[in-house]
């Protein structure tokens, strides 16, 4: 369990990193090893599938490596987001906080289970990634 959990926080700020670079296009090939090793170190009970409590056990660990300065808020300038993207996740503060960032994570893991079964496949979770990295 214990492994389990320290390889989930590892591909949970790996994720981070993913969100935290922008990459075009052409960059994307290259990113499938990485991918796949995140997928890997997701899938606690390597079943092929990332299931939803499986990627929510570290989504905080991805908020916090994104949040530099510990504030517990996330400003524009800590997410690579579109400024009219990130203005409409931010709450009235201009900032997104912790719970915001929890319902933004839990929206992304429904709308990429394209099939609805409650987990990510490996296509399902690199069609995530890709969205991540050119939003």
Do not use: C, W
């Not at 009235?92 to 099939?115: C, R």
């Amino acid at each position: 369990m214990v492994a389990g959990m320290r390889n989930g926080a590892m591909a949970m700020m790996l994720l981070a990193m993913l969100i935290a670079t922008k990459v075009t296009a052409a960059d994307l090939p290259a990113n499938a090893g990485r991918d796949d090793k995140i997928f890997d170190l997701l899938d606690d009970n390597n079943d092929g599938r990332i299931s939803r409590e499986e990627f929510k056990n570290n989504q905080m660990l991805v908020f916090y490596v994104m949040d530099r300065n510990k504030d517990l808020a996330l400003t524009r300038a800590e997410t690579t987001l579109p400024a009219d993207n990130f203005a409409r996740l931010a709450g009235s503060d201009g900032k997104i906080g912790p719970l915001e960032f929890l319902g933004v994570a839990d929206a992304a893991f429904t709308q990429a289970d394209a099939n609805h079964d409650g987990a990510l496949d490996r296509r399902e979770f690199t069609v995530l990634l890709q969205h991540i990295r050119t939003e």
